[in-house]
């Protein structure tokens, strides 16, 4: 199983941020990239874990296939697939959805398309929703400590970078037109999430 959710991540990674950044290179001349660690210490704390759960991605079938890090409880394959492959599907088409307002960070500066349709008409944040959809899916393949220190660094990560970092950006750039689907959409998943 540790090969397995090693070559999962892989193909993941390769994709949602490899491919992704390739392809915002080709069609914008920009990589998309702005940065995950700005602002206050919150937000660089945010950052930080959003890199801690990239690297124990990696360490956890590494670890296991070293016999360091065990199996905390049995394994569930079929759902930890299944989770895995909704969360890369939805990654990618919310990604898809985005076009040239893709981008990884925020940059004060850089004024992007606000997207409500696709992916976004269901939840403001479905990339992030599919992130932890991949993690959790991972976990599940490979349920050791670092994989499930990876699925919690992760989901505070997406929790401080879109109250503290992204909300704020998109709220000062879009104004009344943000706030109005704020108000409809949730946060991470239907109905969950919205603005007051």
Excluded: K
């Amino acid at each position: 199983m540790p090969r397995l959710a090693l070559a999962l991540y892989a193909v993941f990674f390769a994709l949602a941020f490899g491919w992704r950044t390739w392809r915002q290179l080709r069609t914008t001349g920009r990589s998309g990239f702005a940065g995950i660690s700005r602002g206050g210490a919150l937000e660089r704390i945010g950052g930080a874990l959003f890199a801690v759960a990239l690297v124990l991605g990696v360490a956890a079938p590494v670890l296991a296939m070293s016999e360091i890090a065990p199996a905390l409880f049995a394994a569930r394959p079929a759902l930890g697939c299944a989770l895995y492959a909704l969360g890369l599907a939805l990654t990618l088409w919310a990604q898809w959805t985005m076009g040239a307002s893709w981008r990884i960070g925020v940059d004060p500066s850089e004024r992007t398309q606000l997207v409500t349709s696709g992916a976004f008409a269901f939840a403001r944040n479905p990339i992030f929703t599919g992130m932890l959809g991949v993690a959790l899916g991972l976990a599940l393949l490979l349920p050791n400590a670092p994989a499930i220190a990876a699925v919690a660094s992760l989901a505070i990560a997406l929790e401080l970078q879109v109250r503290l970092v992204e909300e704020p950006y998109l709220i000062a750039q879009h104004g009344e037109a943000y706030l109005g689907w704020a108000r409809r959409v949730g946060r991470f998943v239907p109905g969950v999430g919205r603005l007051r």
